[in-house]
């Protein structure tokens, strides 16, 4: 006889955070999670720390919340308690008004762990795969007094292996949410082997490390849709696309050197994403270039877009220094598109040998890597290497995921 699955209850905070703006890969998950779990017939429940507080939702209050995230459904007015969030645009406030008015339950922070008790069965699951609320207060809430267990989700550990490249107080920061997941989780879900590897060997400090559970995410692949795209994109002749946040880790600035040194026979070269933190002088050189450049840069743009773009690339550009998955280049090799990227373990594992790995500060190396895309041969041999290759499903994911929580 099968065994029910227990109540669960996931942690929404990121995705009402950052309401109103374009989702990360991280806040994709979260709402995959909510999908999915909603699919499902087992009693669920979200938990979203909001300006007032902590706002409780059932599985009638999540129905709406999820039509709302999903672009199907608009936020409603903003009610008057919304001041608290003033800060964090109109966007958040009509959300946590929204919030305020399908909660199943709301209360002050140093009241988490009774309106839990309250409200949902010992034994509940609590799901954290957004990275937000790992503190001591929510997993005593979740353990002590509602009796539940804590499956987290960690998607990497660069802040630890890679500091230099981090935003002032970032690494302490989240070295005290690895510490919290260390102590208090019962399940990390790991989106790579190699993430997996890295958080054994960071978590290790703190005592045994719970169990860590890999699992691949999945892609879903939105219809290409060129409309979307400002004029003059995509380019009328072959194009290669740098896609992420420009931010040092991603090493934007290798390519501006490969393109700088090629000079005005270099081709087009977009640069997809919004501007992150701590690169100042790619933002620079960004702004310094000159009208009728071959490299562009171009950001804000919807996911039909930006899969237009990425299909019609000759090849995606990924000379990342670290990364935790590294979805980008995933879906490339599903849409069929050319990858030419670093040569970082957790590539190789997702990818195989589809991609063109390139050593990440070879510009040399690079500059002829891209090249050889522009030739005939080379290009179809780049594009055969991708047929067949399926990326990871959501299915698979949970199929793996959900009988342990």
């Given at each position: ?204 400090q703190w005592g045994p490390v719970p169990t860590c ?84 840069e171009v950001a804000g743009l919807d996911d039909a ?101």
């Open positions: 006889m099968t065994r029910p699955a227990p109540a669960r209850l996931l942690d929404l905070t990121r995705l009402i955070r950052r309401a109103g703006r374009r989702p990360t890969g991280i806040d994709r998950v979260e709402l995959a999670y909510l999908t999915r779990l909603l699919a499902g017939d087992a009693p669920l429940f979200g938990l979203v720390r909001s300006s007032l507080g902590f706002v409780l939702l059932d599985r009638d209050g999540l129905g709406p919340v999820a039509e709302r995230l999903r672009g199907a459904a608009e936020w409603g007015a903003a009610d008057l308690l919304s001041w608290s969030a003033r800060k964090s645009g109109q966007a958040v406030q009509r959300a946590e008004s929204d919030l305020r008015r399908l909660a199943r339950a709301r209360c002050l922070p140093n009241r988490l762990g009774a309106m839990l008790a309250r409200h949902l069965p010992r034994g509940t699951v609590y799901l954290n795969v957004g990275h937000t609320n790992l503190n001591e207060r929510v997993m005593w809430a979740v353990r002590r007094d509602m009796g539940g267990r804590v499956v987290v989700m960690v998607h990497d550990m660069i802040p630890l292996d890679f500091p230099d490249l981090q935003r002032p107080g970032t690494v302490q920061t989240f070295r005290n949410r690895m510490r919290v997941v260390a102590l208090h989780a019962d399940v990390i879900l790991c989106n790579s082997r190699h993430t997996a590897a890295r958080a054994r060997h960071h978590l290790a559970v890999t699992a691949p995410l999945g892609v879903g692949l939105p219809a290409g849709d060129a409309r979307g795209l400002p004029p003059g994109l995509p380019p009328d002749v072959p194009y290669f696309l740098a896609l992420g946040t420009i931010e040092p880790r991603k090493n934007h600035a290798l390519l501006l050197d490969v393109w700088e040194d090629w000079g005005p026979d270099a081709p087009p070269l977009v640069i997809c994403g919004s501007r992150g933190w701590l690169n100042e002088d790619v933002f620079r050189r960004l702004d310094a270039l000159p009208p009728g450049s071959p490299v562009r877009a930006v899969a237009a773009l990425l299909a019609g690339a000759a090849a995606l550009l990924m000379p990342s220094k670290a990364e935790g998955f590294g979805l980008p280049p995933v879906e490339a090799a599903a849409l069929g598109t050319p990858v030419i990227c670093s040569d970082l373990p957790v590539f190789r594992e997702i990818l195989g040998n589809i991609p063109v790995y390139v050593e990440e500060s070879d510009r040399y190396l690079w500059k002829k890597a891209i090249e050889s895309l522009l030739k005939g041969q080379e290009a179809e041999q780049a594009r055969i290497r991708t047929q067949g290759y399926v990326p990871p499903r959501w299915d698979d994911h949970f199929d793996l995921v959900l009988p342990l929580c």
